[in-house]
T-cell receptor, first 116, second 117 residues
Framework: AQKVTQAQTEISVVEKEDVTLDCVYE???????LFWYKQPPSGELVFLIR??????QNEISGRYSWNFQKSTSSFNFTITASQVVDSAVYFC?????????????FGQGTILTVHP | GAGVSQSPSNKVTEKGKDVELRCDPI?????LYWYRQRLGQGLEFLIY????????KSGLPSDRFSAERTGESVSTLTIQRTQQEDSAVYLC???????????????FGPGTRLTVL
């Protein structure tokens, strides 16, 4: 069975602070994919990143960066110089390689509030 | 191009009534998923379609829930004899499907907020 844990239920920061959202996953599959989605107040999930289990290179996209460490089964997400528009619920999700399709297992989400 | 669309955006119904929720996937996406998001919770998988077939219905919580897909396009999620615990946001997602497997990225619609009184 797959499991994703986002230990931080809520995080509150002031604009321009850096913030890291933690994600720990469990799977017995050797091939799997990890995702981060953003859910702004409008409710629609926005895809941010996909990472496969064979690629542990960290990735940076503008103010966003992701740290994937298989040794600790973690896929953490950092926002540098946070902005008010970053306020949203962020979900980490896992899709395991044992199936022929991409059923996602989601974490409970982290509510990020960025204050001006 | 157009994203995933869902209708209605909000639905309020009385306990015991049936409801139908609609999803229009991204054109060309053969895979379609339904998820449920209860207040303050993560998303729970309900059902997966590849084309018009549903190889995985394992997440449907009871036999009051059913879904169909036609023309490898529109999908309808039906909840019969609604209960208060069915109140949630129902999200639809689509992806390329086919042989993409678990690397497939799913794109989500805005959801339908269902309230059962």
């Amino acid at each position: 069975a797959q499991k994703v844990t986002q230990a931080q239920t809520e995080i509150s920061v002031v604009e321009k602070e850096d913030v890291t959202l933690d994600c720990v996953y469990e799977t017995r599959d050797t091939t799997y994919y990890l995702f981060w989605y953003k859910q702004p107040p409008s409710g629609e999930l926005v895809f941010l990143i996909r990472r496969n289990s064979f690629d542990e290179q960290n990735e940076i996209s503008g103010r966003y960066s992701w740290n994937f460490q298989k040794s600790t089964s973690s896929f953490n997400f950092t926002i540098t110089a946070s902005q008010v528009v970053d306020s949203a619920v962020y979900f980490c999700a896992l899709s395991a390689g044992g199936t022929s399709y991409g059923k996602l297992t989601f974490g409970q989400g982290t509510i990020l509030t960025v204050h001006p | 191009g157009a994203g995933v669309s869902q209708s209605p955006s909000n639905k309020v119904t009385e306990k015991g009534k049936d409801v139908e929720l609609r999803c229009d996937p991204i054109s060309g996406h053969t895979a379609l998923y339904w998820y449920r998001q209860r207040l303050g919770q993560g998303l729970e998988f309900l059902i997966y379609f590849q084309g018009n077939s549903a190889p995985d219905k394992s997440g449907l919580p009871s036999d009051r829930f059913s879904a169909e897909r036609t023309g490898e396009s529109v999908s309808t999620l039906t909840i019969q004899r609604t209960q208060q615990e069915d109140s949630a946001v129902y999200l639809c997602a689509s992806s390329l499907g086919g042989t993409s497997g678990s690397r497939d990225t799913q794109y989500f619609g805005p959801g339908t907020r269902l309230t059962v009184l």
